[in-house]
């Protein structure tokens, strides 16, 4: 094997060695994104996103028809302001409810998408005005235990 | 009879304590080795075909094994993984708990062995028989250093190869277990990414995955040139010292794997 051989196998290990590293940082690690499908954006806002994470699913009738892109806090509000990308070809009315749910116990929290009766459909850039904000199961025990005593409370 | 016993006794203990100032003497020869490579490297880098030809043989040649080996390790932890995973309707998080796994522990570790394996004992039988065949003695007599000539371009070949083959290993299994777990067993493909890009981080996961290939590399390959620098030059002790070479790194291998994980998770974790 001459000199030159070996050196371009030396080449083409290296290249792909640095690519995998490539690969480790950039896609699993997700210092990027590529998502090339097409389609749309929606905007919500939510009291409390729970445990909502980037490019978790969004569904309708748990059907994945987007996923969501970024998650920030309006300043002003302290409201979350999600932001969806819808697959082109689905279109919702104008009085689309967004809840945030989770899916079974440990499953992964989504945003699921129940269209109303209007006729005039979102368009892109567009925000869903009728939300539901996640469950946290911390607030309802509390809730409980608070109506429990002030039940106890009122029979003395 | 009882003296008898008492000198059984005093046999045994010697022979213990000889194996324990042995095995620190061997311990003190592996440093003053380690010392000698890295001193002599300049003179190996500045002819760098020399390194390059062994990053060939111990790398390249090293690729199908470690391709195939982590394309089926991603697999079958996929496979396992979900079956586990399904009972408790988190099946979205099989892809964190695989590339997490590959990339902490599995990627460097298996490829580790395998390379030690492959490589290692490989390096170690070569240069055990230029010991053998008075090669080496052949080298000084023409005033060549050996150890610049010979010892030094593999030990760094095996420091360099070593990371790139983990990170491959890795990545391969990763994607084994995306054909698996998406392809075959019906994982959302969004969640299986998504879920892995939320829960792995460049820094420490990835990171620490790359210090461990490297301190692994450079063990591995310590172990193997020394084994072979040092065999006894007979076929018999070039045997020995090969199998040695594949025992004790691959036993490094374990052992500094615990300890650089207790570091990690003390350290950075969190």
Known sequence: MNRSTIDLWVGIFVAIGFGAILFLALKVGNLLTLDRTPGYHLQASFDNIGGLKLRAPVKAAGVIVGRVESIRLDPKSYEAIVAMRIDRDVLFTRDTIASINTSGLLGEVYIGLDAGGDTVMLKDGEQITKTQSAVVIEKLIGQFLFDKASDAGAKK | ?270
């Open chain 2, 1 to 270: 009879m009882a003296i008898e016993a008492l000198g059984d006794l005093g046999q045994g203990l010697r022979r213990l304590g000889g194996a324990v100032t042995g095995g620190i003497a061997w311990l003190g020869y592996a440093a003053r080795f380690m010392v000698a490579i890295i001193w002599h490297s300049p003179a190996a880098f500045r002819r760098l075909h020399l390194t390059l030809r062994e990053i060939y043989f111990s790398g390249v040649l090293s690729l199908v094994i470690i391709l195939t080996s982590g394309l089926f390790v991603g697999m079958v932890l996929s496979l396992q993984g979900y079956e586990v995973l399904v009972r408790y309707g988190a099946d979205e998080q099989l892809g964190i708990l695989v590339a997490l796994s590959l990339v902490k522990e599995l990627g460097p570790v298996l490829a580790g062995l395998l390379f030690a394996s492959r490589a290692g004992s490989a390096i170690t039988a070569e240069i055990g028989l230029m010991k053998a065949t008075e090669q080496l003695s052949a080298m000084e007599m023409m005033a060549v250093d050996p150890i610049a000539r010979v010892v030094a371009p593999r030990f760094w070949a095996g420091v360099i190869s070593m990371p790139l083959l983990a990170a491959l290993f890795s990545a391969l299994g990763i994607f084994g277990a995306y054909l698996i777990g998406v392809r075959i067993l019906g994982v959302d493909a969004g969640a299986f990414w998504g879920q892995m890009q939320a829960g792995v981080k460049v820094w420490p996961d990835v990171s620490n995955g790359i210090i461990k290939s490297l301190v692994f590399g450079t063990a591995v390959s310590l172990i193997a040139v020394l084994d072979g620098y040092d065999a006894k030059p007979t076929a018999e002790g070039v045997s020995s010292a090969t199998t040695r070479t594949v025992v004790v790194s691959s036993l490094a291998i374990l052992a500094l794997d615990f300890v650089l994980t207790v570091f990690m998770f003390r350290g950075i974790g969190s």
